[in-house]
């Protein structure tokens, strides 16, 4: 059918080829202007522009023939594409018989493999059974030799263990014998021991209060006798100012390298220096106060009394007196009582001793020395 079909489309395009070769050769005749009167029937006449019939037998003779090429194009592919298939079966059947004959060849390899397998085990079955039964009896010999063994050692044990423990408790008796001994011969001893201890202790304890009494005898006579001296010294040599007026200024009880430096700075390096200068001025240059150059210049003034000591500074501040017109101005009897009560509580906080007390002499002395 198909080949039928590609004859027909064939001759319609020969016919189309035909009468384009004829609309070419009117064209060359009359022209595109011209005009074709195709004879249709003896009573009817068309008139046909000649570019137009050139144009369509053109166009048919195109379609046509492409029609019947690709009809041809395919009848051929066909064609083609079916042998291709009917190789690629035969190609398939073969390769099947192959594969259908090696399938058929391990069949059998398998079914002796099977049978040399199930033969093996067989072999092995019967090699486990008599390995297993070889085990149990193995098993049982060792299970009754080891039991008996066992028994043997547990009796063993069992009679070493009970040696031991009377031995033990034979050494553990004679040791508490022993120690218990020991201890009460160490106890008599160690109190016998403490016993001359504490008879020693005591003796050296009668002898320490008796030395200390002794001690304090001492420092009462001592003390005594270093007043006695002192008075003797100021009754024959005459008493000496702590300060004189060529003394640096840090010798001044409360001026320290700070202060001494500030005062230094204005000219100040001496104590007379110190206690002659206004203490407005200094204070004005200095920047400090007043009134605590004010005391300090009546600590200098004080300390450069003669026979008046570090000590007995600190009394005269205690009693109000703060530079030497004020300590001119004192009655020695009524300063000596109010120095008197201000010792008593120095000697109970254990600040002074009572040889640190002045005498009403020489209270007396410094209020004379200090109206000179």
Do not use: C
């Amino acid at each position: 059918m198909k080949g039928q079909t590609i004859w027909i489309s064939g001759f319609l395009t020969f016919l189309a080829g035909l009468s384009a070769v004829h609309a070419i050769v009117l064209w060359a005749d009359v022209g595109l202007t011209g005009v074709f009167q195709p004879f249709l029937s003896s009573g009817i006449r068309l008139g046909i522009p000649v570019w137009l019939y050139l144009l369509i037998t053109i166009i048919a003779t195109l379609a046509l023939l492409g029609a019947t090429t690709h009809l041809i194009i395919s009848e051929l592919s066909t064609k083609k594409l079916l042998a291709q298939m009917d190789a690629r079966m035969n190609n398939v059947e073969s390769t099947q018989k192959v594969q259908q004959q090696f399938l058929e060849s391990l069949q059998a390899r398998v079914f002796l493999v099977d049978e040399s397998l199930n033969s093996m085990r067989k072999d092995v079955s019967k090699a486990f059974s008599k390995q297993e039964e070889m085990l149990k009896q193995a098993h049982e010999d060792l299970t009754k030799k080891f039991d008996g063994d066992l028994a043997a050692v547990k009796a063993s044990m069992t009679r070493q263990f009970t040696e031991q423990s009377e031995e033990m408790k034979k050494i553990n008796t004679n040791l508490t014998s022993m120690f218990t001994k020991n201890l009460a011969d160490a106890k008599s001893e160690l109190a016998g021991q403490l016993t001359r201890i504490e008879n020693v202790m005591d003796k050296h304890e009668e002898r320490n209060k008796k030395t200390e009494k002794a001690i304090l005898n001492q420092e009462d006579k001592i003390a005594e006798v270093k007043s006695k001296i002192e008075r003797l010294e100021a009754e024959f040599v005459g008493p000496k100012p702590q300060l004189a007026s060529q003394n640096s200024i840090e010798d001044v009880r409360g001026i320290g390298e700070s202060t001494g430096k500030d005062l230094r700075a204005i000219g100040i390096t001496t104590v007379g220096e110190l206690v002659t200068t206004d203490p407005s001025l200094i204070a004005a240059k200095t920047g400090m106060s007043e009134k605590i150059i004010e005391k300090l210049q009546g600590r200098a003034q004080l300390a450069m009394v003669p026979g008046i000591k570090e000590k007995d500074l600190i009394l005269l501040e205690e009693a109000g007196i703060t530079n030497r017109r004020e300590l001119a101005a004192q009655d020695p009897f009524e300063l000596g009582k109010k120095i008197n009560l201000i010792v008593k509580s120095y000697v109970a906080e254990g600040k002074m001793t009572e040889a640190d007390k002045p005498t009403v002499e020489a209270i007396d002395s410094w209020i004379r020395f200090a109206k000179t």
